[in-house]
């Protein structure tokens, strides 16, 4: 249950009923009105703004309609407190019971606790990682497969059905420069010396074992050949082996992609082409010159006439070229035919993750979308800031490997794929993040991975000592279901049992803002709150979660103790990380 759109469609019933006896007038539109949790629990669990948002259109003093709500809601028996708060919010506290209510209701629903029908089935296709298959990914490209992997299963989790698809950019000059720089290797397995890499062709030693591939395969066949003659085979065969590499390591960080997508393969279908030949039909291509980009001098600036998408219309700063001076598409044309080709797959939806150096081409692209979807398709873009690397806080020096940066690769068999997926969620994707081995991997309340996981280690050991004083089956989440649970009456463990409950919203809003990182939030506040009581424990003994001459409070503490375990293992699921049953 989402506690706060249940008493949303109170509060919203309550209104009808005013409606019916004409104290409000038969159309007022009740859209704005809203359930939340309280600033301060001092005044309340839970508040509305109804009185605040309709006072004005119906022309009532919102403390006077407010009362009026307030009054009926006192009636509900789950309600043991109104007040009306500032200029007329409504703030309610409620039974001991209803929160004992929904800790039952965790235990029955186990793992799916926080599933939600939000988004009836809708497709979704998120778009994330998409590098260029011209070398390893690195620990930029890590944030983003976080951030879009655990969106695809936070979306799912709240009742989409998500698409996970990675863009395969393999054509234009950076593969071309991928076979150039293959075909170098391929030279030196065959035993040239090819001294130091050239200029512009990718130095990592990553190349050395496609082109050992090549020259096992084909031998000398290529030695002599003119470029002409080996840029397709050595394009494609590295293509394929750059590809293989990345998917590897995706599925180290445990990502797996449902769909690819080639860029060569739309334009080889003519999917460029025929958006070429639709915007044309629509009036959004024409022949024009652009003004000089800002801060460019005017004397290195040639205008020249190209062909022109009239972004401008869609909301762009600038009309956009789809040409290239020797009549080839731009990329912006290839990434057109690529939206487009989804939205013709059946996504209205489409969400991308970008690293923050694409800012520029977020407005184009989304004005394109619009364009090329009629205004029926929505393009959502995330953008993720850099990473820096440190390690006992001094930067960490490149890879070998790779030539220029830090390897995902490297970065997993560092600290391990959970504490990678977990951290790169401990920020917002657009906040810049410091990423330190050493500090990851540490046990200590500092360490939200290690906070977080030592909570549902805690959780596991209580039950585990538990069962030697119960039945088995006394034990189980569906028999601590029936426990007394109104013996759970401390404040303290009233407050778990309401933040436990607040996990079906967190679902749903953060699915709705496409905000994953609003669940580590979450997971680090029920730690908070666990970690807390179980102290508490070890200073009153009254506390204490086993008791052995008090069976029934027992029963009903281990209920408390396996639905935290129950939603922090939820929430880890969506990040994609296995719960731990003990950490030493």
Known sequence: MNLFNHFREIVVAIIDDLKAEGVLPADLETTRVSVEPSRDAIHG??????????????GI????L??????????????TETEIAGPGFINMRLTPAFWHARLAEILTSGPAYGNSRLGAGEAVNVEYVSANPTGPLHVAHARGAVVGDVLANLLTKAG????KEYYINDAGAQVDTLACSTYLRYREALGEDIAEIPEGLYPGDYLKSVGEALAERDGEKWLSAPKTEWLHEFREFAVTRMMEIIKADLARLGVVHEVFTSERALIEAGAVD???????????????TLNPPKGKNPDDWEPRPQTLFRATEFGDDTDRPLMKSDGSWTYFSNDIANHRDKYRRGFKRMIDIWGADHGGYVKRMKAATEAVTGGEGELIIKLCQMVHLKKGGEPIRMSKRAGTFITLRDLIEEVGKDVVRFMMLTRKNDSQMEF???KALEQSQDNPVFYVQYAHARCRSVLRNASDGFEPVEITPSALAEAKLN???DPAELELIRMMAGWPSLVESAAEAHEPHRVAYFMNDI???YHALWNKGKDNSRLRFIHDDDRDLTLARLAMVQAVATVIASGLDVFGVAPVEELR
Do not use: C, H, W
Request: neutral net charge; glycine residues 4%.
């Open 436 to 438: 330190d081995l050493e």
């Open 527 to 529: 730690a908070t709150l």
């Open 61 to 64: 003093n919102p403390r006077e």
């Open 45 to 58: 669990e839970i508040t509305s703004n109804a009185a605040m948002v309709l006072s004005k259109p119906v």
């Open 274 to 288: 025929a958006v070429l030949e639709q915007l044309q039909k629509s009036g959004l291509i024409y022949t024009g």
């Open 160 to 163: 989409f059905a998500v698409t």
């Open 487 to 489: 013996r759970l009456d």
């Open 66 to 79: 407010a009362a009026s709500i307030s009054n009926r809601l006192k009636k509900l028996e789950t309600v």
